[in-house]
């Protein structure tokens, strides 16, 4: 079992930044792959962003390439995103995933990873 616990959202003006973290504990972290989701209003849960076990390998949606950036700590079992050059349409609820995989084929779907954290509101003010 893993657990997932994300924090750093808040409200920001559109243009600003933010950095989200993803605490993870129960496993051994370097084990997981992690990814970054996002939930817009009556929108479903979409990728967002991939890190592999050793932060070798990630990977971005389109939509978010340039501006945002995955790390990981696996000394402090953290993961991050960095989120630059902020939009409205950013806002969101942000989950973080964990896959059990040491491969670094970038994995977007969401049913492809076994845990998720509660999530952490992002919202970008115009």
């Known amino acids: 079992q893993v657990q997932l616990v994300e924090s750093g959202g808040g409200l920001v003006q559109a243009g600003g930044s933010l950095r989200l973290s993803c605490a993870a504990s129960?496993?051994?972290?370097?084990?997981?792959?992690m990814g970054w989701f996002r939930r817009a209003p009556g929108k479903e849960r979409e990728f967002v962003a991939f890190?592999?076990?050793?932060?070798?390998?990630?990977g971005y949606a389109d939509s978010v390439k340039g501006r945002f950036t995955i790390s990981r700590d696996n000394a402090k079992n953290t993961v991050y995103l960095q989120m630059n050059s902020l939009k409205p349409e950013n806002t969101a609820v942000y989950y973080c995933?964990?896959?059990?995989?040491?491969?670094?084929?970038?994995?977007?779907?969401?049913?492809?990873?076994?845990?998720w954290g509660q999530g952490t509101q992002v919202t970008v003010s115009s």
């Open positions: 995933a964990a896959r059990r995989s040491t491969l670094v084929v970038v994995t977007t779907t969401p049913r492809s990873y076994d845990y």
């Open positions: 890190i592999s076990w050793s932060g070798g390998s990630t």
């Open positions: 129960g496993r051994t972290f370097s084990n997981y792959a």
